[in-house]
Each structure stands twice: as structure tokens, then as C-alpha cells.
């Protein structure tokens, strides 16, 4: 067995507990039919009700098509495999309330894929569930790093989420890789300065890093040549909503690697991230078509003055 089809085995085994009589799809995008078809073979070893459905163009503004969205009410489990992500769309969270599982492993490389065939879904779970708690007993996180991000983001009104990698009862959802605690920051309160390691269109071969200056929660400067006019022209296109902080994460999966891949960075045991956008899926009020993710390496991570994470080694557990 490979170490691709061992991971396959992994998600739909143990991850989303398929049974014999379920329906499952995979929605995917042309880029990422490898992982998809691995997951579709899987899947029909479990049932006869697997199917796989391409999607022949996506874009974030654009909801999904009203009969796509009808079709994932009426499946049981639901894997999607897109670019970009369905995340924070409607018609997830629609398809969750009708008891969807869902699975999102919004453009995911096949080396990324692999390494869920060693997560340690009990280790994840414990800690992420415990990190959740801890954000959401606190007032507030002070966020710094070697990189110059320094932040302060008041939490004391929104509750912890926790993405474990299991989906196994009914409406439930998470990401793959899995891994993090996060929580929806008070609206209008974050200040300070992301200086952003990986995501939000951040190569490492850049010269220049992509700084945002935050103030009342929202992004109000972006510098970083290249990378900074790219990711202000396309938050502009989407409306000014895109530039409000939606979310706060510490990463929790020690099996997880550092990769410049912002799905799998935010899930790192020591990484934490800072997304503009849409938080309406957990607990927020921000609901616009992007979420997008800014990761940061060696964290330090205070919360109501006690040291959680300190340069990316837990200082918990």
C-alpha cells in the first residue's frame, strides 16, 4: 500500500467513519484530480454510492451552482477537493445542517496528502480541543514573532473552535490537514503588524515581505512590493469587508511540515495565522467571499499575559 492510498484510507476510514450504504462525493477542480481520484477509489471500496464531480471553473465571488449546492444536501459525506476553497460558502454550511460530513482540502499537493497518513488523530484532537478551551476562557492574545509581527487581538467575546480532522457525525466539518484552535477576534478591535511568512501570495523567493498594519480590525496598509499591490488589488475587487481581521489560529499537528502551502503551515504544532475575510463559520459576523490566511513561524503567543507559545514551542500541554 502506498503511502497516498494509506492516507486515503486513513480520511475515509477514520476520519469521516464511512459506511457501507452512504453516499459520498468528491467535488474537486481540474488541478487537483490526482489526490481526488486516489479518494474516489478509496471511497468505492466502502460504498457503491461514491461519485466524483468536476467542477469545470470556480472563483471566490461565485456561489456554487444552485443544482450542485441541492446535490450536497442529499449526500452523507462530502469531500471537497477545490481551488479555490468552499469553505465559507453557503453552500457548505447548507449542506452541513442537512447532516453533510464534510472534508475541505482546498489545493492540496499530493506530498501534503501523504502526510495524513501519519497524523495522529487522537494527539490532535486532545490538543486542539484544549487550545479552543483556553481561547475561549480569554480577553485577549498578544501575537509576536522574529519576523516583526506584533499584535494585539481582543477575544473575549467569541467562543474557540477546533479543527481535529474528524467528521463522523452528522453536519460535521473540518479541514485536511487538520490541526489548529482558532477563534472570530472582537469586531473592530485588533491593532498592530502582520508580517506574513507564508500565504496571502507569499513566495519564498520574494525580496520583500508582506507587512500589514492593522488598526480597529481591520487591514488599513499593505507594503511588501509585488505581493502587497497583488493582494490589495484583489481584496479591493471583492470590497473593503476583506480587509477586516476574521480570524486568530494556533497550529497543533506535530506531524504536519513547514512548506510555504498555507493549508498545511497553519496546522503546524508552533505556527500561528491571522486571516482577513469571511468568519461567519465560526462565530462571526464578517460574511464576504474571501478568507484568506496569513501564516506566521516561531510564534509567540500570550494570552491574558500568560505564555502559551513561545518562538513556536508549546509552553502547554
Known amino acids: 500500500m502506498t503511502r497516498y492510498e494509506k492516507a486515503a484510507q486513513t480520511i475515509v476510514n477514520r476520519c469521516v467513519d464511512l459506511k457501507r450504504d452512504e453516499a459520498v462525493l468528491i467535488l474537486v477542480t481540474e488541478p487537483l484530480l490526482d489526490v481526488a481520484n486516489i479518494l474516489f477509489q478509496a471511497c468505492a471500496k466502502r460504498t457503491n454510492k461514491a461519485l466524483l464531480l468536476q467542477l469545470s471553473h470556480l472563483t471566490p465571488q461565485e456561489s456554487l451552482p444552485a443544482a450542485v449546492a441541492k446535490l450536497l444536501q442529499a449526500m452523507n459525506v462530502i469531500f471537497a477537493v477545490t481551488s479555490p476553497s468552499i469553505s465559507h460558502t453557503h453552500a457548505r454550511r447548507q449542506a452541513c445542517r442537512a447532516g453533510a460530513r464534510i472534508i475541505s482540502m482546498p489545493d492540496i499537493n499530493l506530498n501534503t496528502f501523504s502526510r495524513i497518513a501519519s497524523m495522529n488523530v487522537e494527539r490532535i484532537v486532545s490538543r486542539s480541543k484544549k487550545m479552543a478551551d483556553i481561547l475561549s476562557m480569554a480577553k485577549e492574545v498578544h501575537l509576536t514573532a522574529p519576523n516583526g509581527t506584533d499584535m494585539i487581538i481582543p477575544i473575549k ?98 506531524t504536519a511540515h513547514i512548506s510555504g502551502y498555507a493549508l498545511e503551515d497553519e496546522k503546524v504544532l508552533g505556527t500561528t495565522h491571522v486571516a482577513l475575510g469571511n468568519n461567519i463559520s465560526f462565530g462571526g459576523t464578517n460574511d464576504v467571499p474571501l478568507h484568506l490566511d496569513a501564516v506566521i513561524y516561531k510564534s509567540t503567543v500570550e494570552i491574558d499575559s500568560k505564555i502559551i507559545l513561545h518562538q513556536g514551542k508549546l509552553a502547554i500541554e
Open 157 to 254: 467575546n467569541r467562543q474557540g473552535y477546533s479543527d481535529t480532522g474528524i467528521a463522523d457525525t452528522p453536519g460535521a466539518f473540518s479541514d485536511l490537514p487538520a490541526g489548529k484552535a482558532s477563534i472570530a477576534p472582537d469586531d473592530g478591535l485588533c491593532h498592530g503588524q502582520l508580517v506574513v511568512d507564508s500565504g496571502m501570495g507569499v513566495n519564498p523567493s520574494d525580496q520583500e515581505r508582506l507587512t500589514i498594519v492593522i488598526k480597529d480590525g481591520r487591514a488599513v496598509r499593505i507594503s511588501g512590493g509585488a505581493t502587497a499591490r497583488k493582494l490589495s488589488q484583489y481584496l479591493s475587487k471583492y470590497g473593503s469587508d476583506n480587509r477586516l481581521v476574521a480570524e486568530f489560529g494556533i497550529g497543533t499537528n506535530d
